[in-house]
């Protein structure tokens, strides 16, 4: 007799407790790594950095002229040789380009180094205990960042983001073995919907808190020990109220847990003897489609999170508050767009009137058509006297944000259940070197701050973008592999077989469970 099915959304389901912590660890992860795009424009010294620039390349001066803004915006002239234009907010610290590209980038790095074994450990200890280890370090480098960028050099500044890093690298793979263990594959497009509100709402509030507190009397450094209080919080939550699985859990009712163990199976059988099927992983076109749209999407979420904030101040020349909720409002698009967008593709999936994997084809695809379209034309149409233009482009790039979260994310966490853990931190590998080139490009680039520098960039990454899309449009899917399926079939019988249970029940379906096994 088929068990009953406990709506995901009710009062007592635990797995939408377990996903609304999720969105709660999102906002907070990005929030401290994020608040730095706001902060910075506030901490820096933008004249003193322009006179230094202009100083350093006397001999472009002829080649790259110094962007010239109409008297309407507000921007401040330098009285010195250069004449270069500058919106300062009144910081103290001098960091060049170069180095903001390096502070910006030094906790990628750190996540570079962790993420591979984090992988490996969260298909085979508890992913649950490495979300509290990483939530606690990126806690311990955020409180220790304002002391270190105002009585260090930027040097150890970009090693304290580094460590960071390490901390954020352990994040993604422990996160996504979690949801694994938690959620049936039907349900997944709705959960990675809500749980990855996380991002919009960081920079829904947390940029024009970030925005306020930089033009208040506690100025930028408030913003991190905020966001440290944040996670100190969601530590002791998560540590007192989730486990690694349902079957573990002792908040759970009876009805949910046996309707789990029935949905989502054994996907991590006998963790310790795992073997991980690599020749297939990096073979499987489908993966390889997943991990180059991660490297693009990374690429665009840093430009997004970290460097709009920038754009809008050298661009616009907006006042720190203005800059704060301008910079705020396509992540509020992006809410309602994904949630909408998600709703209707369970909806489709639901009626049959839609595979996952045209699902999953259909919104990568949107999704890059759109970033592509809008972040070119917002290298040219941007006017500092009409801000509101560039504000609705960045709005429509935050609309194709929104429904390319049912696209290659979804298709990761169908692939191969069983290694979840390990294919993320594969294409967060990846992801993150993008995260890596980004702000390297930008720094490169870079020199003056003119729209023509940052057209060039935008041009550049939406290049990227394009052709990662039409490669997961060509190869893309959205269903566990065979060679998936036949290692979680072995490894889980081998299991209960060394444990002296027995297989009640076998299932040979067209979904993603393939095997139901019910314990004496």
């Known amino acids: 007799m088929a068990e009953k099915p ?187 919907a809500i749980f990855t509100s996380g991002y919009q709402l960081s920079g829904v509030i947390g940029i024009p808190i970030a925005a306020a507190f930089c033009a208040s009397a506690w100025k930028w450094p408030a913003v991190f020990y905020c966001a440290s209080l944040l996670g100190v919080l969601w530590i002791v939550i998560w540590r007192f109220t989730v486990t690694n699985s349902p079957r573990k859990s002792s908040l759970i009712t009876a009805q949910e847990k046996a309707y789990l163990e029935k949905a989502v199976g054994s996907y991590r059988p006998q963790k310790k003897n795992l073997q991980t099927p690599w020749r297939h992983i990096f073979t499987s076109l489908p993966f390889i489609s997943c991990v180059l749209c991660g490297f693009s999407g990374m690429m665009v979420m840093v430009i997004m999170q970290l460097y709009i904030p920038t754009f809008f101040k050298e661009i616009l020349f907006l006042k720190v508050v203005d800059n704060g909720f301008y910079s705020a409002a396509p992540y509020i698009v992006q809410f309602f767009i994904k949630l909408l967008w998600s709703l209707l593709m369970d909806k489709l999936k639901e009626k049959r009137l839609l595979s996952q994997t045209a699902s999953c084809k259909i919104s990568q695809a949107l999704s890059a058509s759109i970033i592509v379209i809008f972040l070119v034309l917002l290298g040219y ?78 041009f550049i990454i939406a290049s990227c973008k394009l052709v990662a899309g039409i490669i997961f449009v060509i190869f893309g899917q959205a269903e566990v592999q065979s060679w998936a399926k036949f290692d979680s079939i072995n490894e889980t019988s081998h299991h209960n077989l060394s444990n002296g249970k027995e297989s009640l029940n076998k299932e040979n379906s067209t979904n993603e469970q393939t095997v139901v096994l019910i314990q004496k």
């Open 6 to 192: 406990f709506p995901f959304f009710h009062p007592l389901s635990r797995r939408f407790h377990f996903v609304l912590l999720l969105m709660l660890l999102i906002f907070c992860m990005t929030w401290m790594r994020g608040n730095l795009a706001m902060t910075m424009t506030c901490m820096v010294n933008t004249t003193a950095v322009s006179m230094q620039t202009a100083s350093l390349m006397e001999n472009l001066q002829n080649q790259s002229k110094p962007y010239q803004a109409p008297t309407q915006c507000n921007a401040q002239i330098d009285d010195g040789d250069s004449g270069a234009v500058v919106n300062d907010y009144g910081g103290s610290i001098i960091w060049n380009s170069k180095a903001q590209g390096l502070i910006f980038s030094g906790n990628f790095y750190g996540s570079l180094i962790t993420i591979l074994p984090a992988g490996y450990f969260a298909d085979r200890t508890s992913p649950s205990n490495m979300m509290q280890i990483s939530m606690l370090v990126c806690v311990i480098c955020t409180v220790i960042f304002p002391y270190m960028a105002m009585y260090t050099s930027y040097q150890l500044v970009v090693i304290s983001r580094f460590l960071m890093g390490l901390g954020e690298g352990i994040m993604t793979p422990a996160m996504n073995a979690m949801i694994t263990n938690w959620l049936p594959n039907h349900e997944k497009a709705t959960a990675a």
């Open 381 to 458: 149409l941007p006017d500092c006297k009409n801000p509101l233009i560039a504000v609705l482009l960045v709005c429509s790039m935050g609309a194709g944000f929104g429904v390319g979260i049912n696209g290659f994310y979804v298709s990761l966490l169908t692939l191969a259940p069983a290694y979840t853990g390990i294919l993320s931190s594969i294409q967060m590998v990846v992801g993150f070197s993008g995260m890596i080139v980004t702000p390297l490009l930008v720094s490169f680039l870079r020199v003056y701050g003119t729209l023509e520098e940052w057209r060039l960039i935008f």
